[in-house]
């Protein structure tokens, strides 16, 4: 028996005690359900000899009926609070990032780099293939494969300002990183909460843009938000509107606002026809400085 063996390997060797910690004992459970008795056994030996059964598994307890009477016995056997241990959802990419950990070897980060450039140069194609696939194209409908779960109608997604074109980032490799000086992420998502808050950015794109007035408050809403947001993030030393330049703001903050939000206007048309994927006309005021 194995208790007889249990028994025997502490006292030939010597042995103040004997612990069995026994990994992934979930299937043991599972393929065992009537047939416990044997456990029940071991468990029973652990009360009166040196001997200690730690069994590590899932929780088990909603595999048998409340009234199994094995079960019953068994569990109250072992010492209780059960010691749950718990990880979090995404361990599994913890453990991917950390093997995947660049080492502070320069020549090694040498290699990694041309290796990581040929391997992007490499996956272009298939890249591009993925993409289309997948319909990461605003001129096509990008929502149709989505499962129902995720399925969104016009009047939601007329809900959302824009659409960032993800494909569009370039990369983060290497050569952008900067070494010196900087502003602690801290600091800096501090200051970004500030300038939320502010709403003179808001008030200046309020007096420079020219609104027709037939345009749909969502998507003037919307262009609105997105140029005060491309304001505040590129040209926060504005304080009046005679502050700005009106040829860079419709480069860097109009301009981009208007093709944000006329992705979203283009996917609404394709599956709801009483939406026009054309935006109102934006213009920009002569401001006398």
Request: glycine share 4%; charged share 30%.
């Given at each position: ?62 595999l048998f009926p409340a009234k199994d009477k094995d079960w019953n016995v068994i569990s109250h056997r072992f010492v209780l609070p059960f010691c ?71 009047a939601l997604l007329d809900r959302f300002h824009g659409f960032i074109k993800g494909w569009d980032i370039p990369q983060v490799n290497d050569g ?52 005060t947001a491309y304001l505040k993030l590129l040209f926060p030393q504005v304080k009046t509107v005679e502050d700005v330049n009106p040829k860079e ?41």
């Amino acid at each position: 028996m194995l208790q007889d063996w249990i028994r025997a390997v502490i006292k030939d060797n010597n042995l103040y005690g004997l612990i069995f910690i026994w990994d992934e004992f979930t299937d043991f459970f599972k393929n065992n359900r009537t047939r416990l008795s044997g456990l029940q056994a071991l468990v029973e030996m652990s009360e009166g000899d040196f001997f200690y059964l730690i069994p590590v598994t899932h929780n088990v307890a909603n595999l048998f009926p409340a009234k199994d009477k094995d079960w019953n016995v068994i569990s109250h056997r072992f010492v209780l609070p059960f010691c749950n241990i718990e990880l979090p959802d995404n361990m599994a990419f913890r453990l991917m990032g950390k093997a995947l950990e660049k080492r502070q070897d320069t020549h090694l980060m040498d290699e990694w780099q041309e290796t990581s450039e040929e391997l992007y140069e490499r996956t272009r194609d298939a890249r591009a293939l993925v993409k289309k696939q997948a319909k990461m194209d605003e001129y096509q409908f990008m929502f149709g494969d989505l499962p129902g779960i995720f399925r969104i109608d016009g009047a939601l997604l007329d809900r959302f300002h824009g659409f960032i074109k993800g494909w569009d980032i370039p990369q983060v490799n290497d050569g952008m990183k900067i070494c010196g000086w900087a502003l602690n992420s801290e600091y800096f998502c501090t200051i970004m909460h500030l300038l939320r808050e502010d709403i003179s950015y808001r008030a200046i794109v309020d007096q420079l843009l020219e609104v027709p007035d037939d345009a749909y408050t969502r998507d003037t809403e919307a262009v609105k938000r997105i140029a005060t947001a491309y304001l505040k993030l590129l040209f926060p030393q504005v304080k009046t509107v005679e502050d700005v330049n009106p040829k860079e703001f419709k480069r860097y903050c109009l301009t981009p606002a208007c093709k944000m939000r006329r992705i979203i206007r283009m996917q609404i048309s394709m599956f709801d026809s009483s939406y026009n994927s054309e935006l109102p006309q934006f213009t920009i005021r002569e401001v006398a400085k």
